[in-house]
Nanobody, 121 residues
């Protein structure tokens, strides 16, 4: 059983930056591809970014491409989401997730409790 805990959320002005962190425990970190999702009020949870177990492959949603970067540190069992040029539309609860399967077809198995990101004008 993998436990995931996000941190780094908060309130930021539009145009600003924020970095989310997620620490994993209870499993072998390199067994999993990792990802970030978000859920805005009244909307369904949506994919944001994913990274392969060794960090060699990443993918981001079109809505955040060029602004958000996912990375991981397999020594520290951490995955990060660097968010730049934040806009009001980025306001959401952000979730870290661990997936089995391949980076092309991940099977999202474990989820963190979420971190609130609020972007103000």
């Amino acid at each position: 059983q993998v436990q995931l805990v996000e941190s780094g959320g908060g309130l930021v002005q539009a145009g600003g930056s924020l970095r989310l962190s997620c620490v994993a425990s209870g499993g072998t970190f390199t067994d999993y591809n990792m990802g970030w999702f978000r859920q805005a009020p009244g909307k369904e949870r949506e994919f944001v970014a994913k990274i392969s177990w060794n960090g060699g492959s990443t993918d981001t949603a079109d809505s955040v491409k060029g602004r958000f970067t996912i990375s991981r540190d397999n020594i520290k069992n951490m995955v990060y989401l660097q968010m730049n040029s934040l806009s009001l539309e980025d306001t959401a609860v952000y979730y870290c997730s661990a997936a089995g399967g391949t980076i092309v077809s991940p099977q999202w198995q474990y989820w963190g409790q979420g971190a609130q990101v609020t972007v103000s004008s």
